[in-house]
């Protein structure tokens, strides 16, 4: 079932779970997603990049694939397909496709044009029934494209933009897309509990999920974060179960090179990914 972002993250805040926004890259990942969801009684964010949208065919494609597959499976948990790290043109596309959720990332910014530009989409989203997510404070890696620093935000420019009417909150606390280095510090607690104090219960999002260790997930969620963004994971699973597949020789032993026999593995592996993190993020049973 389509629907925006709102309700099931100001449950999510409210009862201290997160919603797992899983990015998508094609067909396989978006069923292995929902599929995963409805087994699991989960609601679940769709992430999808730019990049990804560029892959797939562009915005429109890939949400009339989501949408149609959602209804084509009869899945009845609440699904909200979001742009992730969008920029000002990506938000307007998205917008015009029929998204339900966007990211508009204007962390990059001088921040009174954050401002600006953030304020403008709210509009906009409010306009057509979606929900928006902003960004203070660069996340650090690169995903898709999308470079950032590794800010720690501003608490005070948090609830500045928090302030503008954002349904949520990405703040920068040390996170990072991709696998984090061996020497990452980890996540900056102190920053998250001045952000969460000022953002009255605003429902809090942490990117680069990928490779948090369980217990810095778990008090993440217990000071205000309600959305956790997974893409490398999955990644890494696919790759690896597929690489296992052709490795074993499973491709050349008869049909084994049938698309529908040589990515089922991958496919698994990414259920298995999504399961684990409804599970650790406490989702499992709330829809
Ligand atoms: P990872 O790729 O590190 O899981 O991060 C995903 C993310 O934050 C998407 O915005």
Redesign the pocket.
Known sequence: MFVNAKEMLIKAAKEKYAVA?I?INNLEWTKAALTTAQEQKSPIIL?V?GGAAKYMGGFATVVQMAKTMDKCLGITVPVAIHL??GSYDECLACIDAGFTSI?FDGSHFPFEENVAKTKEMIALARKNNMTLEAEVGA?G?E?DGVVGNGDVADPAECKAIADLGVDFLAAGIG?????YPADWPGLDFGVLTKVAELTGGLPLV??????IPVEMVQKAISLGVAKI?????C?LAFAAATRKYVEDGKDKQGKGFDPRKLLAPGAEAIKQVVKEKFELFGSVGKA
């Open positions: 926004q990015n992430g990049t992730d790290h990211m996340i890696g995903e996170n990072i897309h991709g696998s942490l990117h680069g999920g990928t490779g963004n997974v893409n490398t994971e990644q």
